[in-house]
Each structure stands twice: as structure tokens, then as C-alpha cells.
């Protein structure tokens, strides 16, 4: 089945602890995202990346970082997180520019 | 900067009724296009339709259809004959011709009554 594979699905973690969300997708799409969903704001982009070893910010991508090392993968590294990232967060792919994204199950993200 | 507007953060329809929800956006791009998508309880994101900016026609998908008027920058997605299965978070999108970056209204959170 093709689909956009994220985990956790839930995590709570203490500030200042290092974590890290994988994303895996199986329809070897060019293009991946991060997006994080916060009431009233919609989702706002955090990180893409184009292909492999090409990666950028988004709107939002204070105390985030990103690695794509394969096509497929594409983890989220919080290294020191904050209550302010406290947030629910979507991993994306696209076959390719002006077509629609495909998004993981989100994790559900608290920091204490 | 492209941004994404819904105003109605809440509606409600009765089942097998008819609901619009509206969506405008900001872009000086000539080309783009635009998205609806459906979150569920289940917090899946699931696209509902497309529309490309270059075409007159609006989309349709079964019972989900647009009202895309590019000139007033307006996207409102009409769901008829509404199901139990429609209640959702809807999510209005933009994407910029040959860009990767999705622009996201604040969503509106529909209620179907049985």
C-alpha cells in the first residue's frame, strides 16, 4: 500500500531532550515536507527537501532540523525541544511540483 | 506573501443537506493552485479536490465541488447532500506554480447533524 509512514504517532518529553520523528514513504517521491498543525493556524511549513542531500527551511524552522540521506526517509530532529513545540506534526511527500501532497498520520507531540 | 483564509472557524449542516465553505486567499502568481483537503478525527489528511488556476471549469468530485473565482481570489468547496462521514476538519490549501510549499488556511471545523 502506498503511504507516508510516521513515528511515534504519540510522544511526551521532557525539555531539553533530544528526539527525533522519522517519516518513510514508499511511492519514491521527489519531494518531502514538515508541517506542524496549531489550533487556529492551520499547518505551516517547517522543512522540505527537493531530493536527496537537498533540504530547506520553511516558514517555521526554529529549533528544527532535517536530514535526507535516502530518497525515502526524512526525520525531524528536535535536539533541545521546548513547551513551545508542543504541536501536532505532519510529514508530506509529492511526486512532484503542482500536484497534491500525501501526508502521514501525524504525531502528536507534548513537551513537559 | 501567499496567505490562506477561512473565515468560518465552525459550521454545522443537517444531514442530506447542502454547506458551503468558504475560502479566500492573497497571491500576486498567475498560476497556482489550489486544494481542499479533509481531517478527520482520525487526524489523517485526505484530499478532497483540486483546482488549477488556469482552468475556468470548476472541479468536482461526487457530492464535493468548487466555486473557483480567480479574479476575486475566492476557492468555496460545496459538499451536497451531506453524510455523518463528512464531519471534519476542512483544510483550504495553495501551492504556487513549480514550488513545493503548501500554504494553509486556519481550517473550519464542520459539524454534520443527523
Known amino acids: 500500500e502506498a503511504q507516508v509512514t510516521q513515528n511515534p504517532r504519540y510522544l511526551i518529553t521532557v525539555t531539553g531532550k533530544k528526539l527525533t520523528v522519522t517519516c518513510s514513504q514508499n511511492?519514491?517521491?521527489?519531494?518531502m515536507s514538515w508541517y506542524r498543525q496549531d489550533p487556529g493556524l492551520g499547518l505551516r511549513q517547517i522543512y522540505y527537501?527537493?531530493?536527496?542531500?537537498?533540504?530547506d527551511k520553511g516558514d517555521v524552522p526554529e529549533g528544527y532540523k532535517v536530514s535526507r540521506k535516502e530518497k525515502r526517509n526524512f526525520p525531524l530532529i528536535l535536539e533541545s525541544p521546548s513547551p513551545n513545540q508542543t504541536s501536532l506534526y505532519f510529514c508530506a511527500s509529492s511526486p512532484s511540483l503542482n500536484t497534491e501532497a500525501f501526508f502521514g498520520q501525524g504525531t502528536r507531540l507534548t513537551v513537559v | 506573501a501567499q496567505t490562506v483564509t477561512q473565515s468560518q472557524p465552525e459550521m454545522s449542516v443537517q444531514e442530506a443537506e447542502t454547506v458551503t465553505l468558504s475560502c479566500t486567499y492573497d497571491?500576486?502568481?498567475?498560476?497556482?493552485?489550489l486544494f481542499w483537503y479533509k481531517q478527520p478525527p482520525s487526524r489523517q489528511m485526505i484530499l478532497v479536490i483540486r483546482q488549477e488556476a488556469y482552468k475556468q471549469q470548476n472541479a468536482t468530485e461526487n457530492r464535493f465541488s468548487v466555486n473557483f473565482q480567480k479574479a476575486a481570489k475566492s476557492f468555496s468547496l460545496k459538499i451536497s447532500d451531506s453524510q455523518l462521514g463528512d464531519a471534519a476538519m476542512y483544510f483550504c490549501a495553495y501551492i504556487r506554480y513549480n514550488f513545493n510549499k503548501f500554504y494553509f488556511g486556519s481550517g473550519t471545523k464542520l459539524n454534520v447533524k443527523p
Open positions: 527537501s527537493m531530493n536527496v542531500e537537498v533540504t
Open positions: 497571491t500576486s502568481e498567475s498560476d497556482y493552485y
Open positions: 511511492m519514491n517521491h521527489e519531494y
